[in-house]
């Protein structure tokens, strides 16, 4: 429990410049300015996260479809070189035992990009199942610095550095790309809702030389970033905006004892799949016979921020509990997401959050809680 | 981070730290300096109620920062004769003047006298915030 705390390749440029916090074993930044700023950054212009501390794991080999196909819930065949998808990795119960990106670098080659806290576990998990198969895994995370650009202008920071239009590769796709003179896999994948990508930065280990590469990439994309109103953010903004994009967090949203299927998140999850996966045969009976929880969003109609664990109440039953909530810097009000009883309520419905033994109106409603046509990656240019 | 906290001489303090101004019979509350810049970014205060009675040390009100959820203890007995109602529109107030425009409610006190005497003065409240530390 007292391990000593991690640190990114970027954590000298945030001790000087931010609010460090614990955060699953790593000392990062919760906000350099105001997490309101930062996040309206990311809403607005670009916003640029480390995101170093999440672990990523390179499989290898001959079967290394097939292993990844046992081991996650999405369709890895189809998943072009390249590519990249949104999973899940499944306990024997159906429950989400880690939530990830999938993207494949090669014939034979992919790349699992997970939370920090599960990390250890997975690591674990992919040594543990990997023995039956022709498959090298090889925890790459402190060898890489990874750096997310996200917002509606982050395609336009990254190619005045590029030199080239990166926004003509496709949204889920990760290309091997030179940004001044670096070695980065672009992913067009994130965490906030908004366009962007998610940047691998190659050749970067936690030595004094990697460090020195790697904050010397982060000032360079918010000295270019300047004119695209970028700016640096933590976890804090992190956060916010993926809770507005109505994204699950691990550990709040998701765990062991829910399943993707509970949680609402369709598209991580395939059946007609070839070999199955762990926790295939309950996801299905799941889907088949009905789940005893779904996951729902709700906006604040009374004054109020709902937190974690809050009761829901509809018509003064119970009916669940919050995952997570907050004040939405964008929409200035309480929203949140919960899990409750199936079938209970639909959109638009009214239900009540138990605000500290106070009962607060809210209604529930779609995610993004943002418009789609004015904010996030599908937003009307 | 104490250091640079502004810690007023004319006002009592709060273990929970509140700040109290008697002015004239009535006693005017906010919360310090030190509590706004630990919370940052205030997003949200609920206040008591006007006309309703509270207890010294006992919780009334809310403030909620983006990362976090803290009760707002009055600091005396009495009732609140008024509150700042312009914090339900702009709660970055507490953050931009926790002396001044950031104040939150206004009690008559019912036990005026002794209960003053449990709270510090600026010099014990420094100290106690450079503790805490």
């Known amino acids: 429990m007292n391990a000593p705390f991690k640190r990114t390749q970027l954590y000298d440029w945030h001790k000087k410049h931010g609010d460090i916090v614990p955060f699953s074993g790593w000392e990062m930044p919760v906000r350099y300015t105001d997490i309101r700023e930062e996040h309206m950054a990311v809403r607005k212009g670009v916003g640029i996260f480390d995101t170093s501390h999440m672990s990523r794991f390179f499989t290898k080999g001959p079967q290394a479809l097939e292993f990844l196909q046992t081991m996650t819930s999405n369709n890895v065949r189809k998943l072009e070189v390249n590519g990249g998808h949104y999973t899940t990795c499944l306990n024997e119960h159906g429950g989400i035992h880690d939530d990830l990106m999938l993207y494949r670098i090669d014939e034979h080659e992919y790349i699992w990009v997970t939370n920090a806290a599960n990390g250890p576990k997975i690591s674990d998990h992919l040594k543990k199942h990997s023995g039956e198969f022709d498959v090298k895994v090889e925890d790459r995370t402190n060898e890489i610095t990874m750096i997310a650009v996200q917002g509606p202008k982050a395609m336009a920071l990254l190619s005045t550095i590029a030199g080239r239009d990166l926004a003509e590769f496709n949204r889920f796709t990760c290309n091997l790309v030179n940004l001044s003179g670096n070695r980065v896999y672009v992913c067009r994948t994130g965490y906030t809702g908004e366009d962007g990508a998610e940047l691998l930065l190659l050749d970067t280990p936690c030595s004094d030389e990697g460090k020195r590469r790697a904050i010397a990439f982060w000032k360079l994309l918010l000295e270019q970033g300047q004119k695209f109103g970028a700016k640096p953010c933590g976890l804090g903004a992190r956060d916010s905006t993926r809770l507005e994009a109505g994204l699950v967090l691990y550990g709040n949203d998701i765990d062991e004892q829910t399943s993707p299927i509970e949680a609402r998140i369709p598209y991580a999850v395939k059946f007609k799949v070839d070999p199955h996966y762990i926790g295939y045969d309950k996801l299905k009976r799941q889907k088949e016979e009905g789940v005893t929880k779904t996951r729902i969003g709700f906006v604040m109609i009374d004054r109020g921020v709902p937190r974690d664990a809050y009761p829901i109440l509809l018509k003064g039953e119970s009916i669940g509990r919050v995952s997570s909530g907050m004040m939405s810097p964008l929409l200035r009000n309480g929203i949140g997401l919960a899990y409750v009883k199936p079938g209970v309520v639909e959109e638009d419905d009214t239900i009540e959050v138990d605000i500290k033994g106070r009962l607060r109106k809210a209604r529930v409603t779609k995610w993004p809680f943002y418009d789609p046509e004015k904010y996030g990656s599908a937003r009307s240019q | ?133």
């Not at chain 2, 810690?7 to 002015?23: A, F």
């Not at chain 2, 983006?66 to 970055?92: Q, R, T, W």
């Open chain 2, 1 to 133: 981070m104490t250091e640079g906290t502004n810690v007023p001489e004319d006002l009592k303090y709060s273990k929970d730290h509140e700040w109290v101004r008697v002015e004239g019979g009535l006693v005017v509350v906010g919360i310090t300096d030190y509590a706004q810049h630990s919370l940052h970014e205030i997003t949200f205060v609920e206040l008591p109620e006007t006309g309703s009675s509270v207890e010294a040390d006992t919780e009334c009100g809310l403030v909620e920062s983006m990362k976090a959820s803290s009760d707002i203890f009055s600091p005396l007995s009495g009732n609140i004769v008024e509150i700042n109602s312009n914090l339900e529109d702009a709660p970055e107030l507490v953050n931009e003047e926790p002396y001044g425009k950031g104040w939150m409610f206004k009690i008559k006190p019912s036990n005026l006298e002794a209960e003053m005497s449990t709270l510090m003065d600026a010099k014990t409240y420094s100290e106690f915030i450079a503790s805490a530390e």
